[in-house]
């Protein structure tokens, strides 16, 4: 499965972003019943930020972005989306979207082992 993310750019401090991550390939969907964004700022290691699972009904948040981010899905076009409002500097990074079929270790939702497909990433970058 490919995914391919799309949003970022530059903006200011209190400002909003939209990322966008589509998955595709001939097990896309199967392959994408999670959904993730993880973040690595520079310098520093990538880092969670959120995951969703296919009906939407469960979503995790990191808690440094938890009441300002919402991430959401459109199963019937494979993509999965991250509102990112009241952004602050250190919001700062390349954000990549990740995918996986099942997850069976609940700790594993929080860490980059636990999702075997990644996007190319897209930066973020939010100036003080």
């Known amino acids: 499965v490919q995914l391919q993310a799309s949003g970022g750019g530059l903006v200011q401090a209190g400002g909003s972003l939209r990322l966008s991550c589509t998955a595709s390939g001939r097990t896309s969907s199967s392959s994408s019943n999670l959904m993730a964004w993880f973040r690595q700022p520079p310098g520093k290691e990538r880092e969670f930020v959120s995951t969703?699972?296919?009906?939407?009904?469960?979503?995790l948040y990191s808690d440094s972005v938890k009441g300002r981010f919402t991430i959401s899905r459109d199963n019937a076009k494979n993509t999965v989306y991250l509102q990112m409002n009241s952004l602050k500097p250190e919001d700062t990074a390349v954000y990549y979207c990740?995918?996986?079929?099942?997850?069976?270790?609940?700790?594993?939702?929080?860490?980059?082992?636990?999702?075997?497909?990644w996007g190319q990433g897209t930066q973020v970058t939010v100036s003080s």
């Open positions: 969703i699972t296919r009906s939407g009904a469960t979503t």
């Open positions: 990740a995918a996986a079929s099942v997850i069976f270790q609940t700790d594993n939702l929080r860490e980059t082992r636990g999702y075997p497909y």
